[in-house]
Structures are given as C-alpha cells and as structure tokens.
C-alpha cells in the first residue's frame, strides 16, 4: 500500500510503501508519549525504507532517545532515529539503522486512509503514565504486554491475513 503523510504545518510531506499498514500497535513507553502526546501511546506502521520520498527536508530534523536500562546508572543513546518537522513538530518517522530496510512512520503523520484492525497490542505498559487507561473494546481480542510482543509487524499482519508469508 502507499502511504503518504506529512507534518500539521505542511512544511514536510513524504511517501512510503508499506505491506504492514494496519495501526494496530499502541505504544505506551515514555518516548512515543512524550515526543508525540495524544492518548498517552503512539502508533507505527511498517514500511519499506528504500521507497520513502521526502519534500522538504530541509525542515525535518532528528531526536535520538535517552535511554536507561533497568538495573544501570548509565544513560546511552538509542540508535533510534526519530524524525520530526523542526517547524511545527509533528512526528514523522523512526528509522533505526539496526533494521536499515524498515521505517516506521508514526499513524498520526499519515493522510492516506488506513484500514481499521480487527484488534490491537498494547505494548510497554510497564512505561504508561498513571492517567493513561488503556481501553479495550467489548468483544475485541486485545493483547497486552508490559514490554515487547514476540509478534513482529509482519507476523501481526500474516496472522490475519494481511500480508503473504515470506517463502
């Protein structure tokens, strides 16, 4: 599916291709809630990274997180890349070079219509804030976790049939 999305102040716009479009996903760790807002989560999507095309990049800029593991006092930089608009601040993407062929684009960015999921994973609750409740609709299959799904995009997708399997 193509994607296309862009910033709140139209300073920057971008294209994607994505085989995993579904924003099923709600991130609720302290990176996505503060760096995005909105409903204490954020959502991302998969996409191809080699078929991104952006205007106006001069007006994108980049947040690497702050990290500290459980356990540490040291705190390291994630290789994460999460880009933003240095004008109005929307998110845009996360590109993380560990995964050079994916980019995340964030689900708030996205103009193009995206398909509804039939049911959502709720991922990071260890990092929730106390206000944020997580909403489960009745009859709807939800999972959570308190950290990571072992469930990746892609699997998510071919479980419901979304997205072929890979041979």
Known sequence: MKLKGSCHCGAVSFTLNSNTPYPYQRCY?????????????????????????????DDVSV???????KGEKRIHTS??????????????WLYDPTWPDLVHPFASAIDTPLPTPPDYTHL?????????EVEVKAGRKDKQFAQFPKESLLEWHQRHGFAEADD
Do not use: E, M
């Open 29 to 57: 760790c302290s990176i996505c809630r503060k760096t995005q807002g909105g409903g204490g989560y954020a959502v991302n999507l998969g996409g191809d990274f080699h078929s991104l095309k952006i205007k106006g990049a």
């Open 63 to 69: 947040y690497h997180a702050r990290l500290k593991r």
């Open 124 to 132: 990071l609750l260890d990092y929730k804030a106390p206000w944020v």
């Open 79 to 92: 290789t994460g890349q999460r880009h933003f608009c240095r004008r109005c601040g929307s998110a845009l």
